[in-house]
């Protein structure tokens, strides 16, 4: 099983963990770059892990290439996020010829939800 290899992904340092066929779990370990000035782990952050989540639902070809892209994309901010790690568990909606449907939940290292993400995806 491939997982998408890019260099933003690995900058940020991600960890995957494939929970089924339609259900994938990436995590993050939380550094001082990614608090913003409130104190609170930044939105972009964020959004950025619930993306590349759903985007690993359907996996990356034999050499890591992404098999789909991010049509649209909304997160909802449920409570601050604070602390060590982040954890984006992913969910297959819709798995369409051409279309991806995906939601997708964002916890903190309490098991607390943080954000809520929902996205839709073109093959490629």
């Not at 963990?17 to 000035?37: I, T, W």
């Not at 992913?90 to 279309?99: F, I, N, S, V, Y």
């Amino acid at each position: 099983m491939m997982w998408i290899q890019q260099p933003f992904d690995e900058f940020l340092g991600y960890t995957y963990n494939r929970l089924s066929d339609g259900e994938v779990e990436v995590g993050l370990e939380v550094k001082d770059l990614y608090v913003n000035s409130a104190g609170v782990i930044h939105g972009g952050i964020i959004s950025s892990l619930a993306d590349v989540a759903m985007s690993n639902l359907v996996p990356a070809d034999e050499n890591g290439v992404q098999q789909m892209v991010t049509v649209d994309l909304n997160v909802s901010f449920l409570r601050a996020a604070r602390g060590q790690s982040l954890r984006a568990v992913a969910k297959l909606e819709k798995d369409g010829r051409t279309l991806v449907h995906a939601i997708c939940t964002v916890y903190d290292e309490q098991d607390r939800p943080v954000a809520s993400a929902k996205g839709i995806f073109c093959r490629i």
